[in-house]
Protein backbone atom coordinates (compact mmCIF):
# COMPACT_ATOMS: atom_id res chain seq x y z
CA UNK A 1 0.00 0.00 0.00
CA UNK A 2 1.28 3.43 -1.37
CA UNK A 3 1.22 6.53 1.58
CA UNK A 4 0.20 9.71 0.02
CA UNK A 5 2.46 11.62 2.13
CA UNK A 6 1.16 14.80 0.20
CA UNK A 7 -2.30 14.28 1.57
CA UNK A 8 -0.81 13.13 5.51
CA UNK A 9 0.88 16.44 5.54
CA UNK A 10 -1.94 18.53 4.62
CA UNK A 11 -3.90 16.94 6.93
CA UNK A 12 -1.19 17.50 9.43
CA UNK A 13 -1.65 21.25 8.80
CA UNK A 14 -4.92 21.59 8.59
CA UNK A 15 -4.83 19.69 12.45
CA UNK A 16 -2.38 21.82 13.33
CA UNK A 17 -4.25 24.93 12.33
CA UNK A 18 -7.60 23.95 13.43
CA UNK A 19 -5.89 23.10 16.75
CA UNK A 20 -4.63 26.49 16.94
CA UNK A 21 -7.86 28.15 16.22
CA UNK A 22 -9.25 26.34 18.33
CA UNK A 23 -6.95 27.43 21.04
CA UNK A 24 -6.79 30.81 19.81
CA UNK A 25 -10.43 31.69 19.29
CA UNK A 26 -12.50 28.78 21.54
CA UNK A 27 -10.45 27.45 24.06
CA UNK A 28 -8.47 30.49 25.57
CA UNK A 29 -12.07 33.07 25.96
CA UNK A 30 -13.85 29.52 27.50
CA UNK A 31 -10.52 29.47 29.61
CA UNK A 32 -10.53 33.15 30.72
CA UNK A 33 -14.47 33.21 30.90
CA UNK A 34 -13.59 30.10 33.56
CA UNK A 35 -10.88 32.21 35.54
CA UNK A 36 -13.24 35.09 35.81
CA UNK A 37 -16.08 33.00 37.03
CA UNK A 38 -13.87 31.34 39.72
CA UNK A 39 -12.43 34.56 40.37
CA UNK A 40 -16.15 35.91 40.83
CA UNK A 41 -17.02 32.80 42.53
CA UNK A 42 -13.97 33.05 44.92
CA UNK A 43 -14.72 37.04 45.72
CA UNK A 44 -18.59 36.10 46.79
CA UNK A 45 -17.70 33.75 48.71
CA UNK A 46 -14.99 35.88 50.45
CA UNK A 47 -17.48 38.45 50.73
CA UNK A 48 -20.41 35.74 51.84
CA UNK A 49 -17.62 34.89 54.58
CA UNK A 50 -17.28 38.80 56.04
CA UNK A 51 -20.76 39.29 55.89
CA UNK A 52 -21.72 36.17 57.83
CA UNK A 53 -18.84 37.01 60.44
CA UNK A 54 -20.20 40.94 60.45
CA UNK A 55 -23.59 38.86 60.92
CA UNK A 56 -21.99 36.73 63.57
CA UNK A 57 -20.41 39.70 65.44
CA UNK A 58 -23.76 41.87 65.34
CA UNK A 59 -25.46 38.67 66.34
CA UNK A 60 -22.88 38.70 69.65
CA UNK A 61 -23.32 42.70 70.09
CA UNK A 62 -26.94 41.95 70.20
CA UNK A 63 -27.12 38.87 72.19
CA UNK A 64 -24.68 41.00 74.80
CA UNK A 65 -27.09 43.80 74.47
CA UNK A 66 -30.16 41.92 75.28
CA UNK A 67 -28.30 39.78 78.18
CA UNK A 68 -27.38 43.48 79.58
CA UNK A 69 -30.73 44.65 79.15
CA UNK A 70 -32.01 41.64 81.07
CA UNK A 71 -29.85 42.02 83.71
CA UNK A 72 -30.93 46.24 83.62
CA UNK A 73 -34.69 45.26 83.86
CA UNK A 74 -34.19 42.48 86.40
CA UNK A 75 -32.53 45.23 88.75
CA UNK A 76 -35.01 47.80 87.72
CA UNK A 77 -37.69 45.15 89.00
CA UNK A 78 -35.87 44.47 91.96
CA UNK A 79 -34.94 47.91 92.64
CA UNK A 80 -38.61 48.77 91.91
CA UNK A 81 -39.78 45.52 94.34
CA UNK A 82 -37.93 47.12 97.14
CA UNK A 83 -38.86 50.66 97.02
CA UNK A 84 -42.22 49.23 96.84
CA UNK A 85 -42.14 47.08 99.73
CA UNK A 86 -40.85 49.99 101.91
CA UNK A 87 -43.31 52.22 100.55
CA UNK A 88 -46.04 49.47 101.73
CA UNK A 89 -43.69 49.11 105.07
CA UNK A 90 -43.68 52.84 105.40
CA UNK A 91 -47.61 53.60 104.50
CA UNK A 92 -48.32 50.71 107.04
CA UNK A 93 -46.15 52.19 109.68
CA UNK A 94 -47.85 55.75 109.59
CA UNK A 95 -51.17 53.98 108.86
CA UNK A 96 -50.59 52.19 112.02
CA UNK A 97 -48.99 55.24 113.95
CA UNK A 98 -52.54 57.51 112.96
CA UNK A 99 -54.45 54.62 114.20
CA UNK A 100 -52.31 54.32 117.50
CA UNK A 101 -52.86 58.40 118.03
CA UNK A 102 -57.09 58.38 116.88
CA UNK A 103 -56.74 55.16 119.78
CA UNK A 104 -54.60 57.52 121.87
CA UNK A 105 -57.18 60.85 120.87
CA UNK A 106 -60.50 58.79 121.48
CA UNK A 107 -58.56 57.79 124.88
CA UNK A 108 -57.95 60.73 125.92
CA UNK A 109 -61.48 62.47 124.61
CA UNK A 110 -62.99 59.82 126.81
CA UNK A 111 -60.96 60.40 129.61
CA UNK A 112 -61.71 64.05 129.31
CA UNK A 113 -65.51 63.46 128.97
CA UNK A 114 -65.13 60.90 132.33
CA UNK A 115 -62.89 63.84 133.87
CA UNK A 116 -65.94 66.44 133.12
CA UNK A 117 -68.34 64.17 133.85
CA UNK A 118 -66.83 63.83 136.99
CA UNK A 119 -66.66 67.25 137.85
CA UNK A 120 -69.86 68.25 136.56
CA UNK A 121 -71.16 65.44 139.37
CA UNK A 122 -69.00 66.58 141.49
CA UNK A 123 -70.10 70.37 141.20
CA UNK A 124 -73.94 69.71 141.31
CA UNK A 125 -73.46 67.76 144.53
CA UNK A 126 -71.37 70.23 146.44
CA UNK A 127 -74.58 72.55 145.12
CA UNK A 128 -76.99 69.91 146.30
CA UNK A 129 -75.18 69.71 149.42
CA UNK A 130 -74.76 73.10 150.30
CA UNK A 131 -78.34 73.85 149.53
CA UNK A 132 -79.37 70.65 151.36
CA UNK A 133 -77.33 71.57 154.47
CA UNK A 134 -78.58 75.24 154.83
CA UNK A 135 -81.56 74.21 154.14
CA UNK A 136 -81.28 71.95 157.03
CA UNK A 137 -79.37 74.74 159.08
CA UNK A 138 -82.39 76.75 158.74
CA UNK A 139 -85.09 74.23 159.53
CA UNK A 140 -83.64 73.13 162.09
CA UNK A 141 -80.89 75.45 163.63
CA UNK A 142 -82.67 78.95 162.64
CA UNK A 143 -78.94 79.74 161.52
CA UNK A 144 -77.64 80.75 158.00
CA UNK A 145 -75.04 78.60 156.44
CA UNK A 146 -73.01 81.47 155.42
CA UNK A 147 -72.90 82.16 159.00
CA UNK A 148 -71.58 78.83 159.77
CA UNK A 149 -68.96 78.78 157.44
CA UNK A 150 -67.94 81.87 158.27
CA UNK A 151 -67.53 81.05 161.79
CA UNK A 152 -65.48 77.78 160.50
CA UNK A 153 -63.03 79.82 158.54
CA UNK A 154 -62.19 81.61 161.36
CA UNK A 155 -61.74 78.88 163.80
CA UNK A 156 -59.38 77.48 161.26
CA UNK A 157 -57.37 81.00 161.42
CA UNK A 158 -57.56 80.71 164.98
CA UNK A 159 -55.77 77.37 165.02
CA UNK A 160 -52.86 78.45 162.83
CA UNK A 161 -49.56 77.91 164.40
CA UNK A 162 -46.20 77.43 162.98
CA UNK A 163 -44.59 77.62 159.92
CA UNK A 164 -48.10 77.86 158.30
CA UNK A 165 -49.09 80.76 160.40
CA UNK A 166 -45.46 82.59 159.89
CA UNK A 167 -45.64 82.01 156.24
CA UNK A 168 -49.01 83.56 156.34
CA UNK A 169 -48.20 86.11 158.54
CA UNK A 170 -45.52 87.80 156.43
CA UNK A 171 -47.04 87.37 153.55
CA UNK A 172 -50.10 89.29 155.03
CA UNK A 173 -48.17 92.27 156.60
CA UNK A 174 -45.74 92.37 153.42
CA UNK A 175 -48.06 92.49 150.59
CA UNK A 176 -47.98 95.01 148.51
CA UNK A 177 -52.21 94.86 147.84
CA UNK A 178 -54.78 94.44 150.35
CA UNK A 179 -55.74 90.74 150.96
CA UNK A 180 -58.28 89.02 149.38
CA UNK A 181 -60.86 87.07 150.56
CA UNK A 182 -63.14 85.34 148.05
CA UNK A 183 -66.30 83.57 149.22
CA UNK A 184 -68.85 81.67 147.39
CA UNK A 185 -71.73 84.04 148.23
CA UNK A 186 -72.26 88.01 148.56
CA UNK A 187 -70.21 87.77 152.45
CA UNK A 188 -73.06 90.59 155.17
CA UNK A 189 -71.26 93.25 156.51
CA UNK A 190 -71.72 91.31 160.16
CA UNK A 191 -69.49 88.35 158.61
CA UNK A 192 -66.85 91.27 157.01
CA UNK A 193 -66.27 92.73 160.55
CA UNK A 194 -66.13 89.31 161.90
CA UNK A 195 -63.36 88.17 159.81
CA UNK A 196 -61.75 91.39 160.01
CA UNK A 197 -61.87 90.74 163.77
CA UNK A 198 -60.42 87.93 163.72
CA UNK A 199 -58.00 88.50 161.10
CA UNK A 200 -56.13 91.03 163.19
CA UNK A 201 -56.50 89.03 166.13
CA UNK A 202 -54.70 86.12 164.99
CA UNK A 203 -51.84 87.86 163.13
CA UNK A 204 -51.83 91.06 165.89
CA UNK A 205 -52.40 93.92 163.28
CA UNK A 206 -54.92 95.86 160.92
CA UNK A 207 -55.08 93.84 157.91
CA UNK A 208 -56.50 95.63 154.77
CA UNK A 209 -59.22 93.43 153.16
CA UNK A 210 -60.83 93.21 150.48
CA UNK A 211 -64.09 90.99 149.09
CA UNK A 212 -64.49 88.97 146.24
CA UNK A 213 -67.75 86.43 145.39
CA UNK A 214 -65.85 83.48 143.27
CA UNK A 215 -68.84 81.06 142.08
CA UNK A 216 -66.42 78.46 141.44
CA UNK A 217 -65.65 78.36 145.23
CA UNK A 218 -68.90 76.57 146.45
CA UNK A 219 -69.42 77.06 150.03
CA UNK A 220 -66.13 78.30 150.56
CA UNK A 221 -64.31 80.78 151.73
CA UNK A 222 -60.91 81.73 150.80
CA UNK A 223 -58.14 83.97 152.04
CA UNK A 224 -55.26 85.04 149.55
CA UNK A 225 -51.66 87.59 149.99
CA UNK A 226 -48.60 87.56 148.09
CA UNK A 227 -48.63 83.77 146.84
CA UNK A 228 -49.50 82.49 150.33
CA UNK A 229 -53.26 81.13 150.50
CA UNK A 230 -55.66 79.29 153.32
CA UNK A 231 -59.15 77.95 152.17
CA UNK A 232 -62.39 76.04 154.06
CA UNK A 233 -65.04 74.44 151.58
CA UNK A 234 -67.23 71.57 151.87
CA UNK A 235 -65.49 70.63 149.00
CA UNK A 236 -62.64 69.62 150.67
CA UNK A 237 -65.11 67.03 152.77
CA UNK A 238 -66.58 65.98 149.04
CA UNK A 239 -63.65 65.00 147.79
CA UNK A 240 -62.50 62.97 150.84
CA UNK A 241 -66.22 61.32 150.65
CA UNK A 242 -65.37 60.35 146.84
CA UNK A 243 -62.17 59.11 147.42
CA UNK A 244 -64.22 57.01 150.12
CA UNK A 245 -66.34 55.85 147.47
CA UNK A 246 -63.35 55.10 144.89
CA UNK A 247 -62.44 53.12 147.66
CA UNK A 248 -65.13 51.24 148.30
CA UNK A 249 -66.12 50.48 145.10
CA UNK A 250 -62.56 49.39 143.60
CA UNK A 251 -62.58 46.83 146.83
CA UNK A 252 -66.00 45.28 145.89
CA UNK A 253 -64.86 45.24 142.06
CA UNK A 254 -61.96 42.80 143.21
CA UNK A 255 -63.85 40.21 145.09
CA UNK A 256 -66.46 40.23 141.96
CA UNK A 257 -63.65 40.09 139.78
CA UNK A 258 -62.38 37.22 141.49
CA UNK A 259 -65.63 35.36 142.16
CA UNK A 260 -65.98 35.24 138.11
CA UNK A 261 -66.74 31.47 137.65
CA UNK A 262 -63.68 30.05 134.85
CA UNK A 263 -64.70 28.63 131.82
CA UNK A 264 -65.60 24.81 131.80
CA UNK A 265 -63.62 22.52 129.84
CA UNK A 266 -64.51 19.42 128.05
CA UNK A 267 -62.12 16.37 128.71
Known sequence: MLI???????????FLVLAWLL??????PILLAIDERERRIATELGDADAKKAEAQQERDEFQRKNEAFDR???????KATNEAQAERGRLLDEARQAADALSAQRQDALVNDT???KLAIRGRTQQEVFAIARKALKDLAATDLEGQMVGMFARRLRELDGQAKE???????????????RSAFELPDEHRSALRRTLNETFSADLPLRFEVAPDLISG????????????SIADYLVSLEKGVD???KGRAK???QAEPKPATKG
Open 4 to 14: DWFTVGAQTLN
Open 23 to 28: KRFLYQ
Open 72 to 78: QRAALLS
Open 115 to 117: DDL
Open 167 to 181: CLTDALKTAPEPALV
Open 221 to 232: IELSANGQKLAW
Open 247 to 249: ELL
Open 255 to 257: PEA
